[in-house]
């Protein structure tokens, strides 16, 4: 069971997400932060690596992700059930699909982001 607090918390890092407010997501991870590039491959670390990666991402494509569930696990960590959909920057549909984001927080603080592979 999630705190709604919290559930909320989520959320509003999704909606900056949207917004392209880099700033208030990564304002919000830690400082060695674990994040994967989803969209090139591997991982970084840190906020401004983060930062960097998302910018070269909005770049070439524009992604908007919403969630849908949020779910804490036995492990402490918070499953995110999210609807994305990326588009080419002419406004063309790449993909259209559900997939789980699973975040380690310290307090409120963003410690890692992964993306489970599907099974």
Partial sequence: MTNPAFEQQIRDLYAAFNRRDSSYVTDRMSRDVTWPRAFKGGVVHGPEAVRSYWEAQWAEI?????????????????DVEVHQV?????????ADS?????????????????IPPDE
């Avoid at 524009?62 to 918070?78: L, Q, T």
């Avoid at 990326?86 to 790449?94: F, H, R, T």
């Avoid at 380690?104 to 982001?113: H, K, L, Q, Y």
Wanted: proline residues 5%; glycine residues 12%; without cysteine.
């Fill in 62 to 78: 524009d992604p908007h992700v919403e969630p849908v569930g949020i779910e804490r696990g036995d492990d402490g960590r918070y």
């Fill in 86 to 94: 990326i588009k080419d920057l002419a406004g063309s549909v790449i």
């Fill in 98 to 114: 559900v997939v789980h984001h699973v975040y380690t927080f310290d307090g409120s603080t963003i410690v890692s982001m992964e």
